[in-house]
């Protein structure tokens, strides 16, 4: 595991119980990743996986990638989602990220920037890891907020 999944695959784990005990794990270096979660433990009593670890691995994806666009010294904050449910998965779940384009990107970094503040919305597809889509997340309006370190008087 290279630096940069371990540092988010450890940030996961101990910022969200839920995420730990989804066992999520982040694949793959800062150019290429994508969130990975074992079947076994996101699973449903119908023998697939459970829509709640397909919408939650969705929207962590999208909120990591807004983390990592924004930096250290934002705190993103999501404002709202979707995901629609395509077919029943019953196998590993894997998320992706579908970059938008490179005007959104830049506009929102520009924005940032400027005002310290900016959104951007993000489509995440999950799937089996072998091309088959069980899910589309929209992520929208993602907030990364300055971070306010509070000093005790």
Request: charged letters at 15%; proline letters at 6%; a positive charge.
């Amino acid at each position: 595991m290279n630096d940069f999944s371990q540092h988010w695959t450890t940030r996961l784990n101990e910022g969200f119980p839920l995420l730990k005990a989804m066992q999520v794990q982040l694949l793959g270096d800062q150019s290429c990743w994508q969130l990975f979660a074992p079947y076994g433990p996101n699973q449903n009593d119908h023998h697939s996986a459970f829509g709640g670890s397909i919408s939650t691995l969705a929207t962590i994806a999208g909120w990591l990638w807004v983390s990592d666009l924004a930096g250290p010294k934002f705190e993103v904050v999501i404002q709202s989602g979707s995901t629609d449910f395509l077919s029943p998965l019953q196998q590993d779940l894997f998320a992706r990220v579908c970059p938008p384009d490179t005007t959104a990107v830049q506009r929102f970094k520009r924005t940032l920037q400027r005002k310290g503040r900016a959104r951007i919305a993000l489509a995440v597809t999950v799937g089996d890891g072998q091309g088959g889509i069980a899910a589309h997340g929209l992520v929208r309006n993602m907030w990364p907020l300055m971070l306010k370190i509070v000093l005790p008087h």
